[in-house]
């Protein structure tokens, strides 16, 4: 005996039990469920009603999330794309982000003149995220003979 098929709306909050989600993944998810369009909008509008679905919301506390893990700008839009979303990145803090990074992994009584530690740090950074900019501005506070070759 089959079960009936549970509405649009029913999936999509079995889905957000999980995870937070936004629009985009919501009628993702609910198009490759093959439910038809005009229930995808009917259960998307439903969720926007009660307050379940809201993209500026989340990608606010995505970005609020990801720059408290010392994340750059570029990580941090690559994240907000993934989930189909489109904010502002206030990215004034991004070299005092990065500074704050190198100072968790690099102490500053390390040999600063080790062209193997610098490119360590400047990887580090370059995998977080952070812009050419931000990297060398982070370096050249962070190690104080650092002369920008890299």
Request: net charge neutral.
């Amino acid at each position: 005996m089959n079960k009936p098929r549970p509405s649009a709306l029913d999936a999509a909050l079995r889905y957000l039990k999980r995870s937070e989600r936004s629009e985009a993944e919501i009628r993702l998810f609910l198009a490759q469920k093959e439910y038809p369009q005009s229930e995808i909008n009917e259960g998307v509008g439903s969720l926007k009603q009660y307050g379940y679905l809201d993209d500026q919301g989340l990608a606010k506390r995505i970005i609020e999330f990801k720059q408290k893990k010392l994340v750059g700008d570029l990580v941090i839009q690559q994240t907000l794309d993934q989930k189909g979303l489109e904010a502002e990145i206030d990215s004034e803090d991004g070299v005092t982000r990065a500074k704050k990074l190198l100072s968790l992994k690099f102490h500053t009584d390390q040999d600063t003149n080790d062209p193997k530690v610098i490119g360590k740090a400047a990887r580090l950074l370059g995998s977080r995220g952070f812009r050419e900019d931000e990297i060398r501005e982070a370096l050249e506070s962070h190690f104080k003979n650092f002369e920008a070759g890299f």
